[in-house]
């Protein structure tokens, strides 16, 4: 299958009129246009790559060896009790059980999917893992999915639950932030919420109300579930070790809805504050009122007493009461979590239990272009024409040469053939820049690189990731950045290195701003190749780039793109140590790829080729042509593989200027 696409800025993300502007044929000196052209895929996306990552929250509460027989609390008493009463023959597993175990049998092929399980009673206890995720065979994982039949408590404390599922999920973001952020984007977490009752106790820090809420009227400040005095406003010291909640304080409101509720839109709102690629939180109820009749005396107070306000009344059926205020809750928890809310009813509704239906696919899609883009490394944006900048460091040489200034009575220098005149990881423009921040071009900064001072023996400024900032720079930036490893922290499209360099925030996305105010959003300007703080339409008619692409999906599902873009200006740098001759232009092409699914917000996957081409008039002009030496799949390589001197001279097609040779040097 083959798509052809026409455009004059090659990234998917975005377009306006701005690139179609009409160019100028006034003073263009077609001599000193270049077009460089090739071709680059996206590579094969691995499903493993995008994780999806599962927790259940699990009631154990005393009720469930009614509700989903067999049980055993931790000790012997109500359940054994309630299955005499039950007559429930030929169960060896509760439903839930089964439930889990089909469940993570299902997820064993799918290495990309990982499991946590938090049960609850009046507190969380048995969690597995202790911490992170656990594989779906992993053995002490299914020997804890058994043991919820066999280790119930009393209570059901729903806040405590949805707050160990945030804390859980928040740890696991924490984590990966450290490690490999860029997996946050194609991550998908599935909280699944399991209860056969209501929250339980509910405690109200106001015991004045003239009404509370009710079967009817679920969405106000619920009662103290057992009357003032008797747990809400005890002390501690006075309730037995066993009916505390370890993280409630008595005298304050327990399991209200605002408190439920806080949690999930605390969870939801780790999306968009992270990156994540979705998170979800299903629910699922599991109501037996057929079993509670049957169950008899034993059970009758098994979903507590209910009464209806003003009054109040006692409400005659419990757990009818008891089943409408359920199913309310959970299904606000399931809609605020952008979720699903299950229900399961009786003997035969609930022994049906299968949690597969509940959508746990990972955010796996073929990778396409995220961002394609040429970026001039000799030459700046002037007014009308770009400027001659020899050592790439953002300042034109007409600035860098020999740049002089007086600070505090002492002149200072920089040069125009190296881009860190004073070697301390803080190229020039930057510390030009930020010398109302103390910096100096000329001189070692200590929050860099400084081999002699103790602080940095040794150092030499580098750049791990490749996106165009040391090491040292990155943590300068206040750490945003500090594990080296996003080349574009904030999924704009837009390399960290570029937007630093012409005062842009990093993390902010630029896509839609437009700094200078002259109606071409910034990401645009940087495709154009002219300058996102500067209103310079004059520049962009004359001197704006130009692209061409072609589209074409390949047998293995990735995706290979021609593409040329054109009306690059070619200048002429000086001579300088190590090269042959004078005016060596340098062009790096920059290429990333994200799934397609999440293209937008992804950080992309990224890599990069170089261009080399010579322009020194009349005589010299290489190549002859328009175009340059084309470049292949296999020239673009990992940004950091694209940093030094030493690479540009072996790893760029055109005629190297070092070496005086054409195409890439073994």
Known sequence: MRREILVVAAVLIGCSDAFIEKKSKDAINVDDRLSISGRVCTERPDRNGFPVKVVFVVDQSGSMCVSDPPGSQESNGFCEMAAATLNVTGLTQPARVRALHRLLDGFQMQRNISVAIVPFETNIKGVYPPSGFAAPNDSRLRARVDALQSELGKGTDYQGALAAAYTRIAADIDATTRISPNVLPRTRYVVVFLSDGVPYPRCAANDNLTQYADDLNPDLVWQDSLGAGQFCNEIDADIAPADRITTFVPGTDRNQNYQLFSYVDQLMELRDQYNIGDIRLHTVLLFNEEAVRACGPICQDLYGRYVRWPGPVAVPDGPTAAKAISRWTLQQLAQRGNGVFQEFNNFAGIAQLNLGALDYSSLFSRNVMKSLFVQPLSSEPGPSDREVDSDGDGLPDNVDNDYSFRVEQRLVTTSRFDADSDGDGFDDRFEIDRMGDGFK?????????????????????????????????????????????????????????????????????????????????????????????????????????????????????????????????????????????????????????APEAGVASDYGTWKAACVWAQYDPPSVRVPAGPEAQPLVNTNFVTPANLVEAAHYDTRCVGTNPSRGQTGPVP
Not at 487 to 503: F, K, L, S
Not at 540 to 560: A, F, I, P, T, W
Request: hydrophobic share 25%; with cysteine.
């Open 441 to 593: 071009p000329d001189v070692r900064d200590g929050r860099g690189c400084d081999p002699a001072s103790p602080l940095t023996r040794g150092c030499r400024p580098s750049d791990a990731d490749g996106d165009g900032l040391t090491d040292f720079t990155e943590k300068y930036l206040s750490g945003w950045m500090s594990d080296n490893t996003l080349i574009d922290a904030d999924a704009d499209g837009i390399p960290n290195g570029i937007e630093v360099r012409y005062g842009l925030d990093p993390l902010v996305p630029q896509r839609d701003l437009d700094t200078d105010g002259d109606k071409v959003p910034d990401l645009e300007e940087i495709r154009l190749g002219s300058h996102p703080t500067r209103r310079d339409q004059e520049y962009r008619e004359k001197n704006g780039l130009q692209y061409s692409l072609k589209q074409e999906v390949q047998s293995n599902d990735s995706v290979c793109y021609d593409f040329t873009v054109s009306n690059l200006q070619l200048v002429t740098p000086p001579l300088r140590a190590g090269f042959s001759r004078q005016g060596f232009n340098l062009f790096k092409v920059w290429f990333g790829e």
